[in-house]
Every structure is written in C-alpha cells, then in structure tokens.
C-alpha cells in the first residue's frame, strides 16, 4: 500500500485528497485482503474528543505522519457538542494550543478570545485545523481489538476490519478503551479516603449539596420507589465505591424565532419519569426562576448552553455507573436512555400542567436551534461523559497535588479549575424523602500537571500515551476534568509522541527538558514564571515576603485577581463561606533569628471582614490576635501587625482563618522586615 514517508511535511490538500481517494480505491478493489486493510502511521490518535485532535495536530505539525480515528462522525468532543460554556478556572494559566483554540473563536467572532461558542463554529475551527496539519481523519472507526508484544501495542483493529499499526498510539476517548484493550490498569468509581488520604474522597457528608431545599418524597402511592431512586444504601461517609459521576447533554438552545424549533415529544414519553420534577415544583415552584432548575449559559448569536442545576434536571443521576466497562451495545442503551431523559424533561417542562405557568412561558421563549446538529435532528452528538476509566500509572495525581504540592518537575501545562464533581446517587433519607449524594465543589489553587500522569506504568506499555483518562484519583479528576486541560494534555501528548517516534523511545523516556522547551516555545503556561504578572512582583520589595502561591491552606479558599492592589498573580479569599473551616498559614525561611515587622498585603471594602483571626509563632509564644481588612493600608498595600522575635529557618509562620468572621476574608501576602537588633 501507499507509505507516506516518515515525518514528511504535510502535502498540499488537494495532492492528500487525490492520494486518499487512490489508497480508498485499492482497498475496495483488494477488500479481501487483510494486509491492503492494514495501514501504516507513526503516530495513531483514538477519538476525536478535543485533547484527541489537538493531539494529533500537534504531532502533525512537529513532522509526524498522524491518523486520527473517530468512533462517531464528528471532531471536538464535548467542546463542539454543546459545551459552549468553557470551564476556564484561571484563564491566565491556559495556554499553548489551548489558547489557541479559543483564539481561534475569537477571530471568528471579532474579539481576541471567545471562551463562549457556538457548536457548530468549534467544529468547523477543528476540522479545518486537522486539514491544515496534514492529519489523516478517519470517521466511524472504532476499535474492536489491541494487539500488544513485548510491552507495546503493535496495531489497533477497528470494528469495520481496518488495521492500524504505529509506533506510538495516543488514547483521547473519554472511555479509555485503547487503554483497556492493551491491558494496562486503571480503575472506575470513587477512591476511599485511605487509598491516596483524601479528605474529599469516597461517599460525601450530608451537606448543602443534596440540592433538595424542600422535602420531596420518594415513594409512590403504593409505596414503591419513584423512578430515578437507587434503592440501595448511600455507604459510610468517606467509603469508596465504582460509581461514576451523573451525565447529560448540554444542550445549545435558540432564542430566536427565525431559529427555534418546538420541542418533540420523545419516543416512548411518560411523564411518570418526572414525578419527582412534578413534586418539587409544587412544593417550590412558585419561588423558582428559570435558572433554578437549569443552568441558562447565553452563547452568541441568541444561543443558550443548558447545564444541569437544582435537585432534579439534565443528569441523570445513577445512570452512568455501568458506562466506563460496557460493551458497545450496553453504551448505546445508556446514551439513548440519557439523550430520552433530557428530551422527555423539556417537553415536560414546555408542556406539561403542573409545570408553573411563569417557568413554562420563560421555558417556551426557547427552542432547539435549527442551525445546530442537523445531522442528529438537532440534539447533541456527544454526551457529556464527565468521567469513564482511569489510568493507574507509575503516578496517580491525588487531592494533595492539587491543594499543597502544585508543583511538579515535569510540568506540561497548568490546571486551576474547582474540584468538581456531579452528583452520583439519587438515594432515601430516614425520613423517606429524597437526597442527591456526590456532589464535590472546591476551589483549589492553580497547580501544575505533570507529564507522568500520561503515561501507564512501563512494564505495562510503552508506546502508549493516555490524555482523557490519565493516572488520577477520582478527587483530583474532578479537577483536571476540564476540556481546557484535555487540550493543554493533548499538546503535550502529542508533541511527546512525535519525540518519541523519531528518537525510536518509549513514552516513559520522553525528553522532559526538550518538551517543556517545546511547549514553552509554543506559548504554554507550565508554570506562575510562565504567567504575566498582574500584581505587585514579590521580589521588587524587601525583606522576606511569603505570597499566595505559597501558603499552606485547609478548606475551600477561592482564586481571584479583582481588586487591586495585590502582590503577585492573585490572592486567596473565602467566599464569605465556610466559616470556621478555612485556614491558610504562612510559613518564612527567615536567613536569620531576630526582630521581624510583620506587615500584612491586603485591599480594603466594605464587604471585607473586620475580625479575621490571626495566629503567630513567635520565637517566644504564640500570639493571638484580629485583623480588619476593612481598614485602609498604613503603607499601601500593606499593614503592619508588630514587631516580633523569630528563630531562623523555618520554625515561625503567620495563620489566619475565617472562623466566625463579619465578612469575606481576603489573603494576599505577608512580608517579615527585619528590624535593627541591638
């Protein structure tokens, strides 16, 4: 068959059309040999998914002869189907060929970044990308079984009988099933707080987040379980289990009439299926808004991005736990099950009676946009699979390297958005009314994402990289979830796969200074030092100043860059929650003992607290006292707390908590001036 040299540039477009419709015509005319179906490529990315295409472009235009290979007919994953509402976390961190990405949309829609898009505008952006990149796209390919030797996959066959050899193979799907196949390990489900000592891990405490704000009950009038209930036990708090976050469709509505098409009633509609909806509005309707039952996200152009909000909406909760392990078959039941729920909820709530008559006239403004997924009548041709299998490598990324150790040698890219999971169980309390149990929203500070968590332990495979369910646990997934870091991963797979392939390695030996110089080059954020600086640069003022990035915190402190003035790249604040949970210390290297100023960096506003509780370890004791943030700075932007004797190193800190405080506590920096001793 026709071999395309290895890392030859790519061809102009219509000499590769003219080629692939010549290789197309000798497989129809050789169908029955299975060597004409085998085709040949140094790098085989599987699933289109947005990490997968940024993958192969980036390997394709490092000089690698790139396939990449679609289960579906569509490229982009969830980011052209429906996700118009990008989970960004800290837009200054996302970088590389993800910005790009959204520097891309922003170019279509006249503005320098486009973080909210149009389906249909995402995937035009990557196919033309692949085009260009030179990457051979292949459609309704998906892979049937792996074949492995020696610790490496050796080819990839494919449903429809085409064969797939390669030197490296990259896994994008959000199924994992490349990985599955070629044997290596991975896990499903939540992780026990023991496994990694997590103190997010395994079945969630009973919170604000079960999202019932009115008791509904769970039983019918002959006392069986309404549909949606998982009749078994919730499990002890902090318990693991192989249950998998809930799923959906994000739905891209039109509000335009020259746009909007009415909402069908689906095959098989029963709206016993939405008695608990039913319940829960006649017990709350008349207080709900629109966006208390779903999330309403405006896109251009008069669009919408419908997410899942309140007790009862989009996911369908406990639906997706046999999903990641399924066979083809049983996938299909499942996303037809999901696609059937959203489709039957909104033509509940567009037609039926108990529906209050202000949420179903603001409903009915809305219709599926005609101009998007016409191939699928209109609905999503992706589901939202937030979480399927996931790697366990020679490094599994855990809750503390998201909260603690942010910093990592290896580093390919940055992440910053909150842990956050979905809800996973719809379960019965005591009582015999409702709870939503797994749902998991922290904040975390922005944290580095290293290059080991792409790739399987080495005695397991060699040459296979891993970009949408890589090595970590299911608390810190929640976090790396996110299509912006699917994509930043994706640059770095794919840089690191054509490295691979020209040096003759394997995954694990990949060149770590080479691939950060690389993704550097191309404008990746791998680091703060990468970031430009919006605050005050910690190392222009004196004595020894410990900043944000550095500190050591408990609970669930917020990111921000708002008000002004600060030191650094952002400060820490409480969201005027979580009161007596949150703390954050810092802790000094101070070159010598003695008299130190303490002095605090902070912004003032009437909605900062005036009592922030604050605790020194001085050489002497320990010393107690409050702060008001509300006061304006003696010497902008800092205020001083006293003078105090330290020791040398590392033994004295400053803490501060929220315990109890009058408004929302802010943190920035602390700075130690040694004082003349005597």
Excluded at 99 to 107: M, V
Excluded at 435 to 452: A, F, H, K, L, T
Excluded at 599 to 619: E, G
Aim: glycine share 8%; with cysteine.
């Amino acid at each position: 068959m026709l071999r395309i040299p290895r890392f030859a540039r790519p061809l102009d477009s219509s000499l590769t059309i003219s080629l692939l419709a010549c290789m197309a015509a000798c497989l129809a005319l050789t169908a029955g040999c299975s060597e004409a179906r085998t085709q040949r490529y140094d790098v085989v990315v599987y699933g289109g998914t947005a990490g997968g295409t940024i993958a192969a472009i980036a390997a394709a235009e490092e000089g690698a002869n790139v396939a990449l290979l679609e289960p579906r007919r569509n490229l982009g994953g969830m980011v052209s189907g429906g996700l118009g509402e990008t989970d960004v976390g800290y837009r200054i961190v996302i970088g590389g060929m993800s910005r790009e990405f959204f520097e891309r949309l922003g170019q279509h829609y006249d503005h320098e970044v486009a973080w909210r898009f149009e389906p249909h505008v995402a995937e035009g952006i990557f196919n033309d990308w692949v085009r260009d990149a030179g990457v051979d796209v292949f459609f309704e390919h998906r892979v049937d079984t792996v074949e492995t030797r020696d610790g490496r996959i050796t080819s990839i066959r494919m449903l429809n009988g085409s064969r797939f050899t390669a030197d490296v193979f990259i896994d994008a799907s959000y199924e994992g099933d490349v990985m599955a196949r070629a044997g290596v390990n991975y896990t499903v489900g939540r992780e026990g707080r023991d496994q990694y000592g997590e103190s997010l891990a395994g079945v969630r405490p009973d919170s604000e987040y079960h999202q019932f704000d009115v008791p509904v009950c769970a039983y019918d009038e002959d006392g069986n379980l309404l549909p949606g209930i998982y009749p078994g036990p919730k499990g002890e708090t902090g318990q693991g289990d192989h249950k998998v976050q809930a799923y959906n469709f994000r739905i891209c509505l039109s509000k335009d009439p020259e746009n909007r098409l009415p909402f069908p009633k689906p095959p098989g509609y029963d709206p016993k299926n939405y008695e608990i909806m039913r319940r829960y509005l006649a017990l709350a309707g008349d207080n709900l808004k629109l966006n208390d039952i779903m999330i309403v996200s405006p896109m251009p152009n008069r669009k919408t991005d419908i997410n899942n909000r309140g007790p009862f909406s989009t996911n369908l909760i406990g639906a997706s736990w046999a999903y990641p392990d399924a066979d083809y078959a049983e996938r299909e039941a499942i996303w037809d099950a999901h696609l059937r729920h959203i489709q039957g909820y909104f033509y509940f709530l567009a037609n039926d009676p108990s529906v209050p008559r202000h949420l179903q006239d603001a409903f009915n403004e809305y219709g599926l946009a005609k101009d998007e997924f016409i191939e699928t009548d209109h609905w999503p041709h992706q589901m939202y699979v937030r979480e399927g299998r996931r790697m366990v490598g020679p490094f599994v990324m855990s809750q503390k390297d998201l909260q603690n150790e942010r910093t990592k040698p290896d580093s390919i890219g940055m992440g910053s958005y909150n842990s956050d999971s979905h809800h996973v169980q719809r379960v019965v309390k005591e009582d015999g009314t409702l709870e939503n149990e797994g749902d998991m929203q922290v904040p975390v500070q922005p944290y580095e994402i290293p290059y080991r968590m792409l790739t399987p332990k080495r005695d397991e495979c060699r040459n296979l990289l891993v970009i949408s369910c890589f090595s970590a646990s299911h608390v810190a997934y929640s976090s790396l979830r996110m299509e912006p870091q699917y994509m930043i991963v994706g640059h770095a797979a794919g840089l690191a796969s054509a490295w691979s392939v020209c040096n003759d390695a394997n995954v694990q030996d990949v060149d770590i200074d080479w691939l950060q110089q690389r993704l550097r080059e191309q404008r990746s954020i791998l680091s703060w030092s990468d970031t430009p600086m919006p605050g005050i640069p910690a190392s222009t003022l004196p004595g020894i100043v410990v900043d944000a990035v550095d500190v050591t915190i408990e609970g669930t402190w917020r990111v921000s860059a708002s008000f002004v003035p600060f030191v650094n790249w952002y400060y820490l604040h409480d969201n005027n929650r979580y009161k007596g949970e949150n703390t954050a210390r810092y802790t000094p290297d101070l070159p010598a003992a003695g008299l130190y100023e303490v002095r605090v960096s902070h912004s003032s506003y009437h909605r900062w607290a005036t009592n922030v509780p604050v605790t020194i370890q001085t050489a002497d004791s320990l010393v107690q006292m409050t702060f008001d943030l509300r006061a304006e700075s003696e010497d902008p932007p800092f205020t001083s707390l006293g003078v105090f004797r330290f020791e040398a190193g590392r033994s004295g800190y400053v803490e501060f908590s929220n315990a109890d405080t009058d408004g929302y506590v802010l943190l920035d920096a602390v700075q130690w001036l040694p004082q003349n001793q005597p």
